[in-house]
């Protein structure tokens, strides 16, 4: 078997590149990641709600990755937080629920994850699951530009609010 030039992660995931240029999987990255998760890292949680969410070298299961999102959302962990709120958003494992997906976003936003700030932008701009406040919706949008998000950025120019 040919040996790996280098490993690279893509979505928090490790992969092996080849001198021919072929990617593979690390299996045993799952059951490594899984392990973590298990003694309660919630970084590896939320790795694991990610891979039964999108089924990378697993079966896709969107019960079984709210379960892992949840675990480490409560312990306040934010990736996890706004990954559960976009759970609740789409109905992927859980009911449809707009008001507990503004629940999560904002305690993620509340710690500056930019995306979640960016999402209480969107909720709060077209009065989804939050009472519709342009004003509101202007500030989270701002604080998330403030963290780096260019989309944020975006859509402050696209309302005039540069």
Partial sequence: MARALLLI??????FS???SG???FSYQIVDEVRQAAERGEVE???RVGLIYGRGIGVQK???EAVKWFRRAA?????EAQWNLGLCFIRGDGVPQDFAQAAEWFNKAANQ???????DMGVLHLDGIGLPQDRELAVAWFRKAAENGLQAAVET???MGEE
């Fill in 61 to 63: 299961d969107k019960e």
């Fill in 9 to 14: 992660t893509i979505s928090g995931f490790l």
């Fill in 44 to 46: 590896a949680q939320t």
């Fill in 74 to 78: 409560e312990e306040g962990y934010a």
């Fill in 156 to 158: 402050l120019r696209e």
């Fill in 17 to 19: 590149v080849f001198p």
């Fill in 112 to 118: 500056g994850f930019s995306h979640a700030q960016f």
């Fill in 22 to 24: 072929a990617m593979a």
